[in-house]
């Protein structure tokens, strides 16, 4: 590596950024050494650290104003209710959240919705586990009549391709586990982006969200569904507020649906129409 190139650029970054990354790097004796990145942070690794090695960002002149090809709407499903509150650790938590026939119920109910309107003709369902999440939704929404496609670390690529463009052809919900799709996939043609996993982190959230972004003949929106399990997860959802202002500036469109589960029965409410 030493001594061999003139110029290095160093594509996706920030997601390569190892201890054998940042040696190689220092090794290097190149007369130039560029960095490409989309999100330029991690949870542990901010622009200001990437800086340290790799000197100043260099933006481009019409960054401010051309970030994405399309800013998303957003609609936030604010479910609110009192049955998880006793859990043992984070873990624990999760697994309840995924058991609750109830939730489960009103999430599905939701995407048939979105699904049936004039809206939504392509999504993308992003969920966490592949083993519990990907094949639960993907049988409810058979159930219903929703054409639907999985993709997770079990599918193989050329099967992902086919199915993703079978869903293109019919309409449907492709069912996507966040960490197969990060960043080795665009797809397009996407009109809404359901986001089913609890997160918080800014780069997993924009990485998330950017699927739908990309310009496509005759599409001239993006819809973002934000899922937010309120109160126990109110901090998350609080977290990809301020990344949805801070990224698509504080003028996006974010429109709060709340819809209320309580196990009292003096305390149901009638969830609000999508």
Not at 10 to 28: R, T, V
Not at 103 to 129: C, F, P
Request: net charge negative; hydrophobic share 35%.
């Amino acid at each position: 590596f030493e001594w061999r190139f003139w110029v290095v650029i160093i594509d996706e970054c920030d997601y390569n950024f190892s201890p054998a990354m940042l040696n190689a790097i220092c090794k290097c004796d190149c007369d130039a050494l560029f960095w490409l990145s989309w999100t330029p942070k991690r949870k542990e690794l901010d622009k200001d650290d990437m800086q340290l090695v790799f000197w100043d960002l260099i933006k481009i002149k019409t960054q401010d104003s051309n970030w994405y090809n399309i800013i998303p709407d957003i609609q936030r499903i604010l479910y609110t209710t009192d049955r998880f509150f006793n859990f043992k650790d984070w873990h624990d938590l999760k697994n309840q959240l995924i058991g609750d026939v109830s939730r489960i119920q009103t999430q599905v109910d939701s995407l048939v919705q979105y699904m049936n309107t004039e809206q939504t003709k392509w999504g993308l369902l992003l969920v966490e586990r592949k083993e519990q999440e990907c094949e639960m939704y993907y049988k409810e929404l058979k159930d219903r009549w929703i054409h639907c496609c999985i993709v997770n670390g079990d599918t193989k690529a050329e099967d992902d391709e086919r199915n993703i463009s079978d869903v293109h052809n019919k309409g449907g919900i492709i069912i996507w586990t966040v960490w197969k799709m990060w960043r080795g996939k665009d797809i397009p043609f996407l009109d809404t982006i359901f986001l089913f996993f609890p997160n918080k982190f800014e780069s997993s959230t924009i990485q998330a969200v950017g699927r739908g972004l990309r310009s496509f003949p005759w599409k001239k929106w993006c819809l973002l569904v934000d899922w937010c399990d309120m109160p126990i997860l109110r901090n998350q959802a609080y977290e990809r507020l301020q990344t949805y202002k801070s990224e698509y500036t504080e003028n996006v469109k974010v429109t709060d649906i709340k819809i209320l589960d309580y196990t009292k029965e003096e305390d149901k409410v009638t969830s609000t129409n999508i």
